[in-house]
């Protein structure tokens, strides 16, 4: 603190203040929403009291799905979604590190073509290249597929250039150590460099997890039936029509689902996630 | 830099990279060639034959009014968005860097939608001002404001604007509240001795040396715009009404995967691939300065 300001104290806090409630009001209409019936909101103004149908409405998405457009159960979706974001947290932060550790602790021919080729895939997100991709994962036959949903997300350059960073922060000794102790590259990336890498790689996880989990355009176009749908995905397919059309008490409800696995991994993991935040920007 | 002690084996290293590559060939650079490749293309109706026609995509799409009508609207958009998001997140993280009670828990409750899918973002976004039945669309006709985004253009942008930059604040906050806690407080001492108070201060001496940060959210805020809230217009107005909202990349998706237009979503990839290309070397070559500085 450089001066005592008691007015522009207060300011700060009211603007604040402000600040987190606008930012949490959306999340708190939803939530009542979630817990009234349909009529109660379809009479506007909707009440901004929670209702008594938490149970009700929860349980219905829950074990079925909506009653009008995508029927299928949430749960699957939930379940869904958190295979997607699972397989590619593990699968990036996997084949990131032992790229990394070749590019790193091994001299070989066109080792900087390949750095360069994972370098450029940064230039590609799936956004440009929609209809080839598809096409090739259709080819493959891994349309509505785990497969399909995630390996080809998998590939990824920002954890890539984590890791080497991190790796090259590394003392030199301990490889010299290892080797002449007689340990074998492999020896050491297990026993020295994997358990070093820790809080990079729980950085890394949290980040990748969110990305996996709200991933949207790709299973839109990669999922047709509705048992392989994600959380995300089944939200948008439960909007059937115009506004009062949809069910917008199951939907808030499978909105609130879908938000709380990702929202709990940034409040629980918050260290690693500012960590892994700043640095895979770098 | 290079690292001076290395193992050796003629095999190793591929096999570790082999995955990675193994991906990036067959999910990134085979669609990628096939996008240039396509772009040069015209299918006829029934997709049963191909014919090479050149640059006449491009050509088409920019005589094509919607194309180039979606060109200003991301511009519009993006410019809104990274505007409005760097702004509100610098003013919260001033704050928050000022006062020493509660900043945890103000850091917490400001990170949170950082969780949340951009395409749940606008389906929140998309309930309150619901045109029959949304809380703040009965609020706003209290006040006699029209509100319908379903049919007003303008609605429409300003609802994936809200819904958009609600979604990115958390980002933006947290690289600010970063680059504010690494000014050394001897700057702003030395300021504040010399009679310049808090406005004068954050104007002449936080807000410079902030601008590396500025400039670097501005480019991912950029790129933010043009990709990520795929989600969020796709939720909500589906680039609608009357392309009111039909941003380049969702103009891609629209033409390839529903109007089925190969060649022409094709080449509108390539010109979007040319875009990342140019705001990633942007991005680079201020990464390459913050080093120097640093």
Redesign the interface.
């Known amino acids: 603190m450089i001066e005592n300001r008691p007015a522009l104290t207060v300011l700060s806090h009211a603007v604040l203040i402000l600040g987190v409630l606008a930012v949490a009001f959306p999340l708190y209409v939803t939530f009542v929403a979630s817990t009234l019936r349909l009529e109660e909101i379809m009479s506007v103004p909707m009440p901004l009291i929670p209702g008594d149908q938490f149970l009700a409405n929860y349980s219905q998405v829950l074990a079925a799905g909506g009653t009008t457009g995508s029927k299928a159960p949430v749960s699957t979706m939930l379940f869904n979604s958190t295979v997607m974001a699972l397989a590619i947290a593990i699968g990036k932060i996997t084949i990131s590190i032992i790229a990394s550790f070749a590019i790193v602790y091994f001299r070989f021919p066109f080792r900087n073509f390949f750095f360069w080729m994972i370098f450029v895939t940064l230039m590609l997100p799936v956004e440009v290249r929609i209809i080839p991709t598809f096409k090739v994962v259709s080819d493959l036959g891994m349309l509505n597929t785990y497969a399909g949903l995630t390996v080809p997300l998998i590939a990824s350059a920002t954890a890539t250039f984590l890791f080497r960073q991190f790796f090259m922060t590394v003392p030199d000794e301990l490889a010299e150590a290892a080797r002449v102790d007689g340990a074998g590259p492999m020896r050491f990336f297990w026993d020295v460099l994997l358990p070093l890498s820790k809080t990079s790689i729980a950085a890394l996880f949290v980040i990748q997890f969110i990305y996996g989990w709200n991933q949207y355009l790709w299973p839109l176009l990669i999922t047709s039936e509705e048992s392989m749908y994600t959380a995300v995905i089944g939200i948008s397919r439960m909007l059937v029509g115009g506004d009062a059309a949809n069910e917008w008490n199951l939907i808030m409800a499978t909105a609130i689902l879908a938000m709380l696995p990702p929202a709990l991994v940034v409040i629980l993991m918050q260290r690693w996630f500012v960590k892994g935040l700043v640095e895979t920007e770098k | 830099?290079e690292?001076?002690?290395?193992?050796?084996?003629?095999w190793?290293?591929?096999a570790?990279?082999a995955?990675?590559?193994a991906?990036?060939?067959?999910?990134?650079?085979?669609?990628?060639a096939?996008?240039v490749w396509?772009s040069f293309q015209l299918q006829d109706a029934f997709g049963l034959r191909t014919e090479f026609v050149g640059l006449e995509n491009f050509k088409a799409l920019f005589a094509d009014p919607h194309y180039l009508a979606s060109f200003r609207t991301t511009a519009v958009f993006s410019a809104l968005v990274a505007f409005w998001g760097i702004a509100?997140s610098l003013?919260?993280a001033t704050?928050?860097d000022?006062?020493?009670?509660?900043a945890l828990a103000?850091?917490?409750?400001?990170?949170?939608?950082?969780?949340?899918?951009?395409?749940?973002a606008g389906?929140?976004?998309?309930?309150?001002f619901?045109?029959?039945?949304?809380?703040v669309t009965?609020v706003l006709k209290r006040w006699g404001i029209d509100w319908n985004w379903?049919i007003q253009g303008d609605q429409a942008m300003l609802l994936i604007v809200i819904a958009s930059v609600?979604k990115q604040?958390s980002?933006n906050f947290?690289?600010f509240l970063?680059g504010l806690q690494s000014i050394p407080?001897s700057l702003?001492?030395a300021a504040?001795i010399d009679g310049a108070g808090?406005m004068r201060r954050f104007w002449t001496v936080v807000f410079p040396l902030l601008s590396p940060t500025t400039f670097?959210l501005l480019v991912?805020n950029i790129v933010y715009a043009f990709?990520d809230t795929?989600?969020v217009i796709?939720?909500t107005t589906q680039g609608g009404p009357a392309q009111a909202t039909q941003i380049l990349?969702y103009k891609?998706?629209y033409d390839?995967?529903k109007a089925a237009d190969?060649g022409g979503?094709?080449a509108q990839?390539v010109i979007?691939?040319a875009i990342?290309?140019a705001l990633?070397a942007v991005q680079f070559r201020f990464?390459e300065k913050r080093v120097q500085y640093s």
């Open positions: 830099m690292k001076r002690v290395v193992f050796r084996s003629a190793l290293p591929y570790l990279l995955p990675q590559i991906v990036t060939i067959v999910f990134f650079f085979w669609p990628a096939q996008a396509f509100i003013l919260f704050m928050a000022r006062v020493l009670r509660g103000y850091k917490t409750l400001l990170i949170w939608p950082y969780a949340v899918a951009p395409a749940v389906v929140l976004w998309a309930f309150l619901a045109p029959s039945i949304g809380i009965y379903i609600w604040i980002y947290l690289f970063a407080k702003i001492e504040a808090p670097f991912v990709f795929f989600g796709d939720a990349v891609v998706y390839g995967v190969l979503s094709s990839s979007l691939m990342v290309i990633t990464v």
